[in-house]
């Protein structure tokens, strides 16, 4: 899938000077690029066995509604703090200074129910942590982790090891 | 369409006292009822002959991605403040105390493509307002504004008046 890079700009010092930043949205605006990076996240998904996706807000959220759609799967939304109306469940994930918080609808998951996450990229994976951690304690069983983009020179593979992880395109250094 | 009420929880006193809070993660996690709604919205925009969809942060990128991906058609986010890589325009909307804003980047649309605006929900119709203008500071035709729900007992309709609003279900009072 390394031709899907073509799509993904790069752009140099964002958010912050020396930090590379993958800009998806030139993927998105090319329809031909978007449905070549969800095929085999669809097909991953369906050979996992999933019922829902879980997808993390914000970009998140692009991936996992097509998907949803696509596969006739339940989509749960994982959401920053105060956004989700209902009672909900949250876990805390570190950042570079500080924490931060993910939430999602208590009644969102059932017990045994098998989830994909979905996102658009993997960094140090604490987020998708986080996410699968939520998923356990309301009952049920994460199948895989679906992103477009995986820093592979950031450390995620021992915040995730218990899991499946799939990615398309990978970047190896900064 | 009125039978899509059916799968959004309505949700009283959230974000604040006194507010009803139309909840559309049930929706969501009825692969039924999400189809039931993207449907008459794909009916929607390929009538009014769109080349683009741009999806509001952030629920609005969940019915704009599936769109995209049924429509072949490119997939432009309206972001919050600082969250868009590359060159961005903004424009600024109202709140009930202040203001916030929305981004777009600079080379999103081209002159002379027709676009729909996608989202959730309309409420006082700010930010759709504010999404309009940018697409046409960058020489866009917004053809249309696709929702899912429109609170009809807010005022949107001079905000909106110069585009054709199609909604699925509407709340007449608070």
Known sequence: ME???????????????????????TLLQNPVGFQKALKPMEEFIKKRGAQKIVAIESRGFIFGAALADRLNLALIPARKPGKLPYETISEEYALEYGTDKLEMHADAINKGEKVVIVDDLIATGGTIQAVGKMVERLGGEVVGVSVVIALTFLPYQEKLQKYEVNYLISYDKE
Do not use: C, H, M, W
């Not at 790069?10 to 993958?22: E, I, K, L, R, T």
């Open 3 to 25: 031709e899907l890079k073509k799509y993904i700009r790069s752009v140099p010092d964002f958010p912050q000077a020396g930090v590379n930043f993958y800009d998806i949205t």
